[in-house]
Antibody, heavy 119, light 106 residues
């Protein structure tokens, strides 16, 4: 079964750091662009970042540029999101997402991991 | 950044109804518009990609149309499992923005 499973969320103080992980199964991670998307409680979806299949090319939303870093270890079948200088408005469910190998669409989503930033 | 607007923001419908949701882009995005369904706080599910292509496994009662800046998602004969929130998303250029969502309920 094609699946993405996120982990690493939790409660963190403002200014703190967290690293999210996303383990891929049922497909070859190194063949796909991958993304992180978040959703604040009761709000809409916000795209954060994408990584090329080999991890050499990355793009970020302005809201997280310079604070978040996307990376991957294809041998371990895992995508990461290092989050630094966290702020209360970073509180959200974070989803790991696969880019389809047809068209430009997000065809597989993880179940999400919740990050809460609060003092 | 490309802005997407959706209308309506919410709608009430009944089983068997035909439902139409529109998505408008602030800039030309060719065919690069996707539609997702989200239920119960779970990760969204891809329904339609490239404006009108039906994702594998998605029922044929879902269809998409449009190009350029104006797009439509149509659900013919709404089923109980279709009550959810629907989002459009542009994949023309980064940042890959989403619309604000349309909640479909009874």
């Amino acid at each position: 079964e094609v699946q993405l499973v996120e982990s690493g969320g939790g409660l963190v103080h403002p200014g703190g750091s967290l690293r999210l992980s996303c383990e891929a199964s049922g497909f070859v991670l190194s063949s796909h662009w991958m993304h992180w998307v978040r959703q604040s409680p009761g709000k809409g979806l916000v795209w954060l970042s994408r990584s090329s299949p080999d991890g050499s090319r990355t793009v970020y939303a302005d809201s997280v540029k310079g604070r978040f870093t996307i990376s991957r270890d294809n041998a371990k079948k895992t995508l990461y999101l290092q989050m630094n200088s966290l702020r209360p408005d970073d509180t959200a469910e974070y989803y790991c997402v696969r880019d389809a190998d047809f068209g430009r669409a997000f065809d597989i989503w993880g179940q999400g991991t919740l990050v809460s930033v609060s003092s | 950044d490309i802005q997407l607007t959706q209308s309506p923001s919410s709608l009430s419908a009944s089983v068997g109804d035909r439902v139409t949701i529109t998505c408008r882009s602030s800039q030309y995005i060719s065919k690069y518009l996707n539609w997702y369904q989200q239920k119960g706080g779970k990760g969204p599910k891809l329904l339609i990609y490239d404006a009108s292509s039906l994702q594998s496994g998605v029922p044929s009662r879902f269809s998409g149309s449009g190009s350029g800046t104006d797009f439509t998602l149509t659900i013919i004969s709404l089923q109980p499992e279709d009550f959810a929130t629907y989002y459009c998303q542009q994949s023309y250029s980064t940042p890959f923005t989403f619309g604000p969502g349309t909640k479909v309920d009874i």
